[in-house]
């Protein structure tokens, strides 16, 4: 307790702002798809990528092999749903300097069990101090601090008796900031065309005649080469797949205690009804070879998102689209559109990625995509809103279609509270992921089918409304699990 005295008293001279949308920030498509590790992006992807970022900071400053002791404090949404979502498991890989997008995931158990019994962590795989996570990682329950309610702060102590605190943000989609530092000073590049809002993306398309996803690779290119990007966006794809594949051949309970059983390969099993496949282009031709009834579509569908979320719930490897619990969203529809609206081609995965990227980031900087910030809206509600758009689009929607599409996917889940049972993102987490890709495919039908001139609402004016709803709603129902199912559902787990 002592460590978390030192931090209250620092904290004291913190000034609070809510409001950290900064003018022209500028956000990558891999800013918005990072590949990870489950279950969450705010509450596994985040700490894990703070944790890295404190002992990178360390070694920069030749301190490294100084340290003799380390405490981590936890504070809000990460103290309530930390168990749950990882949050204790990511922070210690992210110390050992392990990496969320290589390390093999069927290691984590045997690396906790290690550090459990040994007492021993090994900062940045360089230097061996004592460390227990049971008392050195301190879960403050009826704390928060007032930037954000995803707090994080290491506290290192050196053998000359100084002591240095760094306190992290994580604000969501695998975001971090580290206090004091502007959110988008990681990303300091000036883009050709500068977008904060829907009325920006739509100015650059009228003035340049280009689609969403031309304009978000002209900004791209001011990364990276375009050949770069296509190969990356290509990688996250195949990442998504992948996923989605192991999640559909995939048996069992998931961890955490709630004994969820696993649907995805059992509904798979089902629609595949004995048709052979070996590998994932085989499986897609059974698959494409079963006909189109509406339910058959809609059975797939909802297989896709079951498997990815299966999988993030076992800690598997995922894409962070734009967060992890909302991870199976934009692979399904994707999946669905490559599966059953005929096309395979790599210049429309590529599109769709693209376009989903951009609307996602649009929403980040009028809004949020944090629950902890705005509950299962800015999650859930934004991936379904992103996979509408660059559905559209990949359909041959006009722009204003697109977005017309982002608009009614995001005005149907105003409101959605975040409380997953026993701080798991497993009920109603997963199911969700269903639901956020069948209203992004009906969506994007309707705007097809719609002429967006006669629209009531704007994609902006829904993003305000979400950000005034979050700002409205009660913090239980920010990833806390203080409400909604997750106090209704009698469960006697540690967690809860
Ligand atoms: S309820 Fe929604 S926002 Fe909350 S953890 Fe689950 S998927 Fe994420």
Redo the contacts with the bound molecule.
Sequence with gaps: MKAACYIRAASLFYICTNHFHLPHEAISVFDMFKIGVGP?SSHTLGPWRAAQRFTNSLLQQNRLQEVIALNVLLYGSLAK?GKGHGTDIAIQLGLGAEDPVTFDVEQITAKMNDIMDMKKMVLHGLHEIDFDPREDIEFLMSESLPYHPNALTFLASFKNNDQVAETYYSIGGGFVKKEGEKENSLNAVQLPFPINTSEDLLHWCRKTGMNIYEVVMENENAWRPEKETKEAVLNIWRVMKECIYRGCHSRGELPGGLHVKRRADHLNKKLIAGKPYDDYNSWLKAMQSGGNSFNYILDWVSCFALAVNEENASFGRVVTAP?N??AGVIPAVLQYYIAFCGDNHTDKIIQFLLTASEIGSIFKKGATLS?AMG??Q???GVSSAMAAAALTECMGGTQRQAMMAAEIAMEHHLG?????IAGL?QV??IE??TMGAIKAITASQLALQSTPDFAKVSLDAVIKTMWDTALDMNSKYK?TSDGGLAVNIPLSLPEC
């Excluded at 959605?416 to 997953?420: K, N, S």
């Design positions: 969450s749903t967060t619990g909302a629950a509950g299962c800015a999650e859930i959605l509270t975040c409380d997953p993102v109603p987490c969700r992921n990833e």
